[in-house]
């Protein structure tokens, strides 16, 4: 499994690079691959053909950190799919790294106090989209996730709830981003069960989730702008904002907030009032 999603990961990566991106010529009658060949890359990186071809068939662990970033340079590889080859190529029977927040973690106390303070809709959040904590406006933002039979998780809401796809303005967006979270995330912890668990299950229940999955994305959620269509306030474009919990690994506090003396602002403001009112109660789509 692991060896094919590097290989996947890589393959896609290298069609993505035109040859002129690259300083190659482009000889549209002889190129019968999209993108770069493998020798190609290759030469770029410093290897010898024979070499990335292995590491392209998925035999990627062991490799050095000097060879993986030489083949991030010549993928054009950003930042975070620099991370994620990485995390690809460590053995992870050989990982000392702490395991990650597990399903249903509750968090401290204390967190939950500074959620309640904030003047701001906020929700906590784990590697597999579960929402573990939130203060009454997240809870109000995100009301249809948690009008479930299960506990609340964005992603089986984004792929496997119609109401999604009215409640995301681009809900297209929101479920590339979530696919390309969660690829992201199981690779960072590949024998997290939960996740496997999850993209299982997705990948059997959603043809959509394996159209984006296919796409070899990987995403970070950290700070950008998003439009919720709420059921009784109307649309609320906000920009959010992703902080990592320390002393908690996996979970994220994210905060969503709109420009003073906006409409949004004033929806937003509005979520908590909205939230004990019997309309609360009366919305399915």
Avoid at 102 to 129: D, F, I, K, T, W
Avoid at 165 to 191: C, E, F, I, V
Avoid at 235 to 245: Q, S, Y
Wanted: negative net charge; without cysteine; aromatic residues 8%.
């Amino acid at each position: 499994m692991r060896n094919q999603e590097a290989r996947e990961f890589l393959m896609s990566r290298r069609a993505r690079v035109r040859p002129e991106q690259v300083g190659l010529p482009d000889n549209d009658e002889d190129r019968r691959v999209a993108g770069l060949r493998r020798e190609e890359v290759a030469h770029l990186a410093g290897v010898s053909p024979e070499y990335y071809s292995r590491l392209e068939r998925g035999n990627i662990r062991g490799a050095s950190d000097s060879v993986l970033d030489a083949i991030a340079r010549a993928l054009q590889l950003n930042d975070l799919e620099r991370v994620h080859l990485f995390d690809l190529a460590q053995d992870a029977r050989s990982s000392h790294r702490q395991p990650a927040a597990s399903s249903g973690q509750a968090v401290r106390p204390s967190v939950q106090r500074v959620l309640n303070g904030l003047a701001v809709p906020a929700v906590v959040y784990n590697p597999e989209h579960d929402i573990v904590a939130s203060n009454e406006g997240g809870r109000a933002l995100y009301y249809p996730h948690f009008d479930t039979s299960s506990e609340p998780n964005i992603a089986r809401f984004i792929f496997l709830d119609r109401r999604a796809r009215s409640y995301y303005a681009d809900w297209q967006q929101a479920r590339q981003m979530t696919a390309a979270m969660l690829r992201l995330n199981a690779g960072r912890d590949p024998l997290k069960e939960e996740i496997t668990a999850l993209i299982g299950e997705l990948s059997t229940r959603s043809p959509l989730f394996r159209q984006d999955w296919a796409r070899q994305e990987v995403y970070e959620h950290r700070s950008g702008e998003k439009t919720f269509t709420h059921p009784h306030l109307g649309p609320i474009a906000v920009t959010f904002d992703g902080f990592e919990m320390p002393g908690e690994r996996g979970l994220s506090i994210v905060t969503y907030s709109a420009e003073p003396g906006t409409v949004d602002a004033e929806r937003l403001a509005a979520l908590p009032e909205w939230a004990q009112s019997p309309q609360a109660a009366t919305w399915t789509e």
